[in-house]
Nanobody, 127 residues
């Protein structure tokens, strides 16, 4: 089983910054193929914000390009997202997501087809 714990949300004024962190834990995790951040605003569907593949470039949705930066630490199994120039439209619950978990077993590497979510952290941008 894989567990994700997010931190770093809070209340910030428009134009301010926040940094979200997500720590991934579990037994015998060998690698995490994709780590990412999603968000869900009240009355809206959950949407992708940014993703960081283990082997490949990071990806951002248009509405955060130039403002948010995602980064990951493969040794620590953590992913962070620096959010700058926040606007009220960024208000949402932000969720950490991982896909493509691979475990190290006595018989070799074992891929996991499931995706995992954190519990979410509230980001509120308001004056």
């Amino acid at each position: 089983q894989v567990h994700l714990v997010e931190s770093g949300g809070g209340l910030v004024q428009p134009g301010g910054s926040l940094r979200l962190s997500c720590a991934v834990s579990g037994n015998n995790i060998f690698s995490l193929r994709i780590m990412g951040w999603y968000r869900q605003a009240p009355g809206k569907l959950r949407e992708l914000v940014a993703s960081a593949p283990r082997d490949g470039p990071t990806n951002y949705v248009d509405f955060v390009k130039g403002r948010f930066t995602i980064s990951r630490d493969n040794a620590l199994n953590t992913v962070e997202m620096q959010m700058n120039s926040l606007t009220p439209e960024d208000t949402a619950v932000y969720y950490c997501n991982v896909r493509g978990v691979v475990y190290q077993t006595r018989n070799g590497l074992l891929p996991d087809s499931r995706e995992y979510w954190g519990q979410g952290t509230q980001v509120t941008v308001s004056s």
